[in-house]
């Protein structure tokens, strides 16, 4: 299984900004996932991010409000942009592991916007 | 177009009972997962099961069983003498090689489990 890290955990942030969130992997992987879990409800694939490609968004999904990079086969980064508070939600990050078709979760990103 | 229904939103068992949380799926592909998650109270997504659409064969982990039935697309899962601990949110999963792996999931059901 995959080992992977979120930065920040939480954060309170203020309507109008910004926050990246950080994913980190503790091995090479191919394919990054970024979900999003608005309060007590499921989640939802925001957009697949490949290294070296454009990420690509899922309906309902911008690149402007969302913008992602993949430098790397071990991180990526989500940019959630001039924030409301109906962003207030968990933001997880997922990897795959090609050979086990298997995904595993980094410990989410609780976002409160005030 | 791929879907997962996850019918009951709550569940409440008291601990030692047994508990079957029901999953049922949708999709025109031949060759898909399935999956389920827990997600406790902590918030972190854990990974319980992986199953690829050409095994149909129910598995048991302990007090945790699965029974997948292609033939009514149902992933079902059931946790014998339940404990306070298996309190979570469950969620079933599905992905399909094509659609980039990328998993589609229930609405989740919400178990708790009284001592």
């Known amino acids: 299984s995959a080992v992977i890290s979120q930065k920040p955990s939480r954060d309170i942030c203020q309507r109008g900004t910004s926050l990246t969130i950080q994913c980190q992997v503790d091995s090479q992987v191919t394919m990054m996932f970024w979900y999003r879990q608005q309060p007590g409800q499921s989640l939802t694939l925001i957009a697949t991010a490949n290294q070296g490609s454009e990420a690509t968004y899922e309906s309902g999904f911008v690149i402007d409000k969302f913008p992602i990079s993949r430098p790397n086969l071990t991180f990526s980064t989500l940019t959630v942009s001039n924030m409301s508070p109906e962003d207030s939600s968990i933001y997880l990050c997922?990897?795959?592991?090609?050979?086990?078709?298997?995904?595993?979760f980094g410990p989410g990103t609780r976002l409160t916007v005030l | 177009a791929q879907k997962v229904t996850q019918a009951q939103t709550e569940i409440s068992v008291v601990e030692k009972e047994d508990v079957t949380l029901d999953c049922v799926y949708e999709?025109?592909?031949?060759?898909?997962?399935l999956f389920w998650y827990k997600q406790p109270p902590s918030g972190e997504l854990v990974f319980l099961i992986r199953?690829?659409?050409?095994?149909?064969q129910n598995e048991i982990s302990g007090r945790y069983s699965w029974n997948f039935q292609k033939s009514t697309s149902s992933f079902n899962f059931t946790i014998t003498a339940s404990q306070v601990v298996d309190s979570a949110v469950y969620f079933c999963?599905?992905?399909?090689?094509?659609?980039?792996?990328?998993?589609?999931f229930g609405t989740g059901t919400r178990l708790q489990v009284f001592p």
């Open positions: 997922s990897v795959a592991a090609k050979s086990y078709n298997e995904q595993f």
């Open positions: 999963a599905l992905s399909s090689p094509y659609n980039t792996d990328k998993l589609i």
């Open positions: 999709t025109r592909d031949t060759t898909y997962y």
């Open positions: 199953r690829n659409s050409f095994d149909e």
